[in-house]
């Protein structure tokens, strides 16, 4: 089934260490998105990439970091994880360059919880 | 600053109509997104507009009004399924993409 994949699904994690949650999309979509979704607010995005080879910082970017080595994967690291970090985070694509101009589709979400 | 209201929780009858309002106050409108969002699911495509008027798609229909910075979602023969979350989403001047917090809707028998 075509589609975006995330990877882990769930994950505890210990203040300090680095984490790497990986995406995968198989739709040949150009622009992809990792947003985090915090209780009472709404979707908030990390990074962008507009096609592969380029990348962008989103709204909240700090202590995150992004490639996008090829079309079909989009990895997010933390390189040194905080509690404040603690969300879910959603992986999306799109077939548009830009954001807000295209239908998004999206992964069904890694949950991370930093201790 | 850049804002989107919706409401945070409502309750539905099955069976019934149920509209779902959304204002918004941002630099610049180049369109507005509905996105359905099931506990613990990804957000799933609903419907766009970007003119003024009523987009029907089935059960679901939403409404713009760029005067007013004014949409709903309107849901209709509710069903135990429409159980979820529903965000609504503009993109501004910059085609940046301006999240509402979303309204959890509860349906009862």
């Known amino acids: ?115 | 600053g850049q804002n989107i209201d919706q409401p945070t929780e409502m309750t539905a009858t099955e069976g019934a109509i149920v509209q779902i309002n959304c204002t918004y106050q941002t630099s610049g409108f180049n369109g507005l997104f509905w996105y359905q969002q099931h506990a613990g699911e990804a957000p799933t495509f609903l419907s766009y507009n970007v003119l003024d008027g009523l987009e029907e798609k089935g059960r679901f229909s939403s409404f713009l009004s760029r005067s007013k910075g004014y949409s709903y979602l309107l849901l209709k023969e509710l069903q135990m399924k429409d159980s979820a979350s529903y965000l609504c989403a503009v993109t501004d001047s910059n085609y940046q993409l301006i999240w509402g917090a979303g309204t959890k809707l509860i349906i009862k028998p």
Not at chain 1, 4 to 14: F, K, M, V
Not at chain 1, 40 to 53: E, F, V
């Open chain 1, 1 to 115: 089934i075509a589609g975006i994949t995330q990877a882990p699904t769930s994950q505890i994690l210990a203040a300090g260490r680095r984490m790497t949650l990986r995406c995968t999309q198989d739709m040949r979509h150009n622009a992809m998105y990792w947003y985090r979704q915090d209780l009472g607010l709404g979707l908030r995005l990390i990074h962008y990439s507009n096609t592969a080879g380029t990348t962008g910082k989103g709204e909240v970017p700090d202590g995150y970091s992004v490639s996008r080595a090829n079309t079909d994967d989009f990895p997010l690291t933390l390189a040194s994880a905080v509690p404040s970090q603690t969300s879910v985070y959603f992986c999306a694509s799109s077939d548009s360059y830009r954001e807000g101009t295209g239908e998004l589709f999206f992964g069904e979400g890694s949950r991370l919880t930093v201790l």
